[in-house]
Nanobody
């Protein structure tokens, strides 16, 4: 069973950047397709980005396209979320998740289809 630990969150001004990391242990992250989700106070958890096990396929929710980039380094057992041009509405707890089964398109947006989750890291964007 893989354990996931996020890091890299913090407080940043609008327009700034952060890079989140998701480190895996107890398993090989290269075996999993990975996703980033976020949950803002009083809101439901929402899909942010997905990357296939090879890194060859990525998906993003519309609100972050062109600003966020998901990537992975399987040799380091780590997945990243580079967040640029941050906005106040990006404020949330960001969590990474892993799934064994292949998905495509909107099928990758469903949180309940992911098998393992990290605890999350807080991202706060001040306006």
């Amino acid at each position: 069973q893989v354990q996931l630990v996020e890091s890299g969150g913090g407080l940043v001004q609008a327009g700034g950047s952060l890079r989140l990391s998701c480190a895996a242990s107890g398993g090989t992250v290269g075996n999993y397709h990975m996703g980033w989700f976020r949950q803002a106070p009083g809101k439901e958890r929402e899909f942010v980005a997905h990357i296939s096990w090879s890194g060859g396929t990525t998906y993003y929710t519309d609100s972050v396209k062109g600003r966020f980039t998901i990537s992975r380094d399987n040799a380091k057992n780590t997945v990243y979320l580079q967040m640029n041009s941050l906005k106040a509405e990006d404020t949330a707890v960001y969590s990474c998740a892993a799934r064994l089964r292949y998905c495509s398109g909107s099928g990758c947006y469903v949180a309940e289809k992911y098998d393992y989750w990290g605890q999350g890291t807080q991202v706060t964007v001040s306006s």
